[in-house]
């Protein structure tokens, strides 16, 4: 079965930076499309972060929203995704999900791209 646990949310000043983990398990991190998806109060879910990886090597996306700011990363040892978010602003304040669809080696650019989402950790960007 496959489980995703978001940690490292919390509340950060403008201009911080943080980074948000994503413990995986049930799947091999290899051989899926991840992602980084967020959800503000009002507001349609939004993929900030994807990762894929192909015989041509890893591809990532990111919308314009924070692209420069944000990276997606994995690390296969740990089995872990990360996203670091440097120079944060206030409408970046959203919950943030971990998203996977098994076995694609696409990014995806939307919600509905990805099948298993974990409990999500929240991010407040306030002075």
């Known amino acids: 079965q496959v489980q995703l646990v978001e940690s490292g949310g919390g509340l950060v000043q403008p201009g911080e930076s943080l980074t948000l983990s994503c413990l995986t398990s049930g799947f091999t991190l290899a051989s899926a499309r991840i992602g980084w998806v967020r959800q503000a109060p009002g507001k349609e879910r939004e993929v900030v972060a994807s990762?894929?990886?192909?015989?041509?090597?890893?591809?990532?996306y990111y919308p314009d929203s924070v692209k420069g700011r944000f990276t997606i990363s994995r690390d296969y040892a740990k089995n872990t995704v990360y996203l670091r978010m440097n120079s944060l602003k206030p409408e970046d304040t959203a919950v943030y999900y971990c998203?996977?669809?098994?076995?694609?080696?696409?990014?995806?650019?939307?919600?509905?791209?990805?099948?298993?989402w974990g409990q999500g950790t929240q991010v407040t960007v306030s002075s």
């Open positions: 998203a996977v669809r098994i076995g694609d080696y696409s990014v995806g650019y939307v919600e509905y791209e990805y099948d298993d």
């Open positions: 990762i894929s990886s192909s015989v041509h090597g890893d591809k990532t």
